[in-house]
């Protein structure tokens, strides 16, 4: 079931999910009349300065199974990962570590090539980096926090992308959240597709721009909102919209899918609008050489106007960048706040990105860069295949390192998170409010420091009762029951 965009819950795990998450509000809000009735507030005359709704969802539902996530690990995010054991949960109580750690599969990290951990080419020189300049600039790039290392960060990433210029900043998320909002406001349209990632959306409300959200992926929709928009112009006024931007993504993170890139560019000719594109999860990970989806599709990275990027998937760093027309890039360097005034990104950070592109293009005398990115490829195609024959309901395209698999019903997030976890898989859960009421999925990123029998092992672990396979487990239709018999898993030596 690989690259379909919508699978629908079967109709018993879609009743049950429903029912279950009934029985959830109805009996939190029962405790919380019963606390308000009975239970004295601390601060008399003051609002609550948390929000209602996302204090009640934390408080009544992910508590109760937030040992499911932020495990804390004792290793590099390679392959396989030591993570650190902690006590059950008890209500609200902060959940102690143990001393004991657990060695896991990784399915979890977006270590995509391979270059968190210790790498041959990229270490060595990041160390030698770290001694010249040291950890921090302590400064942003516009007062005392640029080098020449950012220089030519800067200067390789538009080369690596095929943009005039490009500039870096030290987040991934801020790359989004700051600069869309220099590039939009107050007279300007957006049309932002329903699942674009949280750092979009956050930019897009703090633009002050008009935002319209076309269906996922859905191009003839996007097209009659631009041509509405362009024919009726902003509300009330009528007046012609100062810019039209469309934001996409490469591959979307909760989805595994890439954007229907080619019909979307076509579009934006069309119409005279502008395209952002968010290569998060793409750059790298996709493309013959790791140029992202413009390679993929065989298309021109002169025809999106916005590149945008981040550091901490493919290359093993931290930070996100912007690539495009030499103008918009210069205007940046003025005008967004990340670059002005956060702090630059680690000179050591920086020099993981360089040396990992320097693999990627061969500049370090081999071809571990094509190998990475084949092997990549690979290995996800070969486990995203073997799920699907399992019965598995997996999202996403071919080539792509994500592959969600749906899980549908809430109780199987914690069941299914627990169950891998004690037979030695760390991998990421996902459900509402992150993802739709039905859609609870279980999110899959695959490495390419991942072996063969890494991947065969986690489809088919030996325990010690005969435990379900993963695809057993991952299967909607598989009774819920199955995963509260857990067993420990024999640990992998």
Not at 346 to 368: C, F, N, T, W, Y
Request: include cysteine; hydrophobic fraction near 40%.
């Amino acid at each position: 079931m690989s690259g379909v965009d919508h699978i629908q819950p079967p109709f018993a795990a879609a009743l049950t999910t429903l029912a279950t998450w009934t029985f959830f509000f109805l009996f939190g809000h029962l405790r919380d009349l019963i606390r308000k009735r009975f239970v004295k507030k601390k601060s008399k005359g003051y609002a609550p300065i948390r929000q209602d709704y996302e204090d009640f969802y934390t408080r009544r539902m992910y508590y109760r199974i937030h040992d499911c996530w932020n495990r804390p690990i004792a290793s590099a995010p390679d392959a396989w990962i030591d993570v650190m054991s902690r006590s059950a949960p008890s209500g609200q109580a902060a959940l102690e570590v143990t001393g004991k750690t657990q060695r896991c599969l990784n399915l979890g990290s977006y270590n995509y090539l391979g270059f968190a951990a210790a790498d041959e080419y990229c270490t060595p020189r990041v160390q030698d980096v770290l001694k010249q300049y040291g950890g921090s600039m302590c400064s942003s790039r516009l007062a005392a926090g640029k080098t020449e290392k950012h220089v030519e960060l800067d200067s390789l990433v538009a080369q690596f992308v095929g943009c005039e210029d490009a500039i870096t900043f030290g987040m991934g998320f801020a790359t989004n959240s700051v600069v869309i909002p220099a590039l939009v406001g107050k007279g300007c349209l957006v049309l932002s597709d329903s699942l674009n990632h949280a750092s979009i959306v956050s930019g897009v409300r703090g633009s002050g721009a008009k935002v319209k959200v076309f269906v996922h992926n859905d191009v003839a929709h996007l097209e009659r909102l631009l041509r509405d928009s362009i024919a009726y112009g902003q509300p009330k006024t009528r007046r012609p919209w100062k810019k039209i931007l469309i934001i996409i993504e490469g591959i979307y993170s909760m989805e595994g899918e890439m954007c229907h890139l080619r019909e979307v560019i076509a579009l934006k000719k069309r119409y005279k609008a502008y395209l952002f594109l968010d290569e998060a999860h793409s750059i790298g990970a996709v493309g013959k050489h790791g140029g992202g989806v413009c390679e993929h599709f065989g298309v021109s990275p002169a025809d999106v106007d916005v590149m945008m990027g981040t550091f901490t998937k493919s290359f093993g760093s931290c930070g996100g960048y912007i690539g495009g027309p030499r103008a918009l890039i210069q205007c940046l360097r003025r005008m967004s706040p990340a670059h002005c005034y956060a702090t630059s990104m680690s000179p050591p950070a920086v020099e993981q990105v360089i040396a990992a592109m320097h693999v990627l293009r061969g500049k370090d005398g081999s071809d571990r860069g094509i190998r990475k990115i084949q092997k990549l490829h690979d290995n996800a195609n070969y486990f995203r295949h073997r799920l699907s024959d399992m019965g598995c309901s997996v999202l996403g395209n071919d080539n792509s390192p994500v592959m969600p698999v749906m899980l549908f019903n809430p109780g199987k997030i914690s069941s299914t998170s627990r169950l891998l976890f004690e037979r030695g898989i760390a991998m990421v859960v996902v459900g509402f409010p992150a993802t739709p009421l039905l859609s609870a999925r279980a999110r899959i990123c695959i490495s390419a420091s991942h072996t063969r029998e890494d991947l065969d092992w986690a489809l088919q672990v030996p325990c010690l009762h005969a435990l379900p396979s993963i695809g057993a487990v991952l299967q909607p239709n598989q009774a819920c029951s199955a995963c509260t018999h857990v067993h420990i898993a024999k640990s992998r030596q």
